[in-house]
């Protein structure tokens, strides 16, 4: 089973579906990552809803012998980066897909800004698989109170993106940081990942306004 890549959206956060395929990718999701990281465990995914049905959001999470390691991609039909493309894929469902780092990718960062701010968590999967950490955002601001629109990225270096976006109508400059190594440690605005058996809550993006 495999995620479509065109999503449903019935609302914000866990009221997004993220649609499941019976589907065939080559090269695999695991062969991805062996390739990125070496030889490792996939602990699990999550995922966000792009609102317009186009763009599929994904983060894998894996072990190694040190600290839990991620890869936010997004997939598309199209290619929108030459330097921060991970792979290309042929899903037996959807045809091609470019697979890109999520930093590289406007619609994501957007939506990576959005469930920060508001307080949101990750999309559900239409299968029931559950992300194998509790993921929320550290904003409080709401799902009633936040618009977000017309983003921009100005320059992407290692696992941070800088740009700007209309935040309830007012022109901000953001950074946006998706470290690849996922550690504890306090922060203001993120989205963070918990271990219900640990009770750790890792910092899987960092974002400054």
Same mark, same amino acid.
């Given at each position: 089973?495999?995620? #479509?890549?065109?999503?449903?959206? #019935?609302?914000?956060?866990?009221?997004?579906?993220?649609?499941?395929?019976?589907?065939?990718?080559?090269?695999?999701?695991?062969?991805?990552?062996?390739?990125?990281?070496?030889?490792?465990?996939?602990?699990?995914?999550?995922?966000?809803?792009?609102?317009?049905?186009?763009?599929?959001?994904? @983060?894998?999470?894996?072990?190694? @012998?040190?600290?839990?390691? *991620?890869?936010?991609?997004?997939?598309?039909?199209?290619?929108?980066?030459?330097?921060?493309?991970?792979?290309?894929? *042929?899903?037996?469902?959807?045809?091609?897909? =470019?697979?890109?780092?999520?930093? /590289?990718?406007?619609?994501?960062?957007?939506? =990576?800004?959005?469930?920060?701010?508001?307080?949101?968590?990750?999309? *559900?999967?239409?299968?029931?698989? *559950?992300?194998?950490?509790?993921?929320?955002?550290?904003?409080?601001?709401?799902?009633?109170?936040?618009?977000?629109?017309?983003?921009?990225?100005?320059?992407?270096?290692?696992?941070?993106? @800088?740009?700007?976006?209309?935040?309830?109508?007012?022109? #901000?400059?953001?950074?946006?940081?998706?470290? @690849?190594?996922?550690?504890?440690?306090?922060?203001?605005?993120?989205?963070?990942?918990?271990?219900?058996?640990?009770?750790? /809550? =890792?910092?899987?993006?960092?974002?400054?306004?």
């Amino acid at each position: 089973m495999v995620s #479509k890549d065109e999503l449903s959206s #019935k609302g914000p956060g866990m009221e997004r579906v993220s649609e499941i395929l019976d589907a065939t990718l080559t090269p695999t999701k695991s062969e991805i990552l062996t390739d990125v990281f070496g030889p490792h465990e996939l602990i699990g995914a999550f995922r966000f809803v792009d609102p317009n049905g186009e763009v599929g959001i994904e @983060t894998m999470i894996v072990s190694q @012998t040190g600290p839990l390691l *991620q890869l936010p991609v997004t997939y598309r039909s199209h290619r929108i980066s030459d330097d921060f493309e991970v792979s290309t894929m *042929q899903h037996s469902e959807l045809g091609q897909r =470019y697979v890109t780092k999520t930093i /590289a990718d406007p619609v994501a960062v957007a939506e =990576y800004i959005r469930v920060i701010i508001e307080g949101d968590t990750n999309a *559900q999967r239409s299968d029931g698989v *559950q992300p194998p950490l509790v993921i929320r955002g550290t904003g409080s601001a709401g799902a009633d109170n936040l618009t977000i629109e017309n983003i921009h990225l100005d320059e992407i270096s290692g696992d941070t993106v @800088t740009g700007n976006i209309d935040i309830n109508g007012e022109r #901000k400059h953001f950074r946006l940081e998706l470290p @690849t190594e996922l550690e504890p440690k306090p922060v203001q605005l993120a989205l963070v990942g918990t271990d219900t058996e640990t009770g750790v /809550a =890792y910092v899987l993006a960092e974002l400054t306004i």
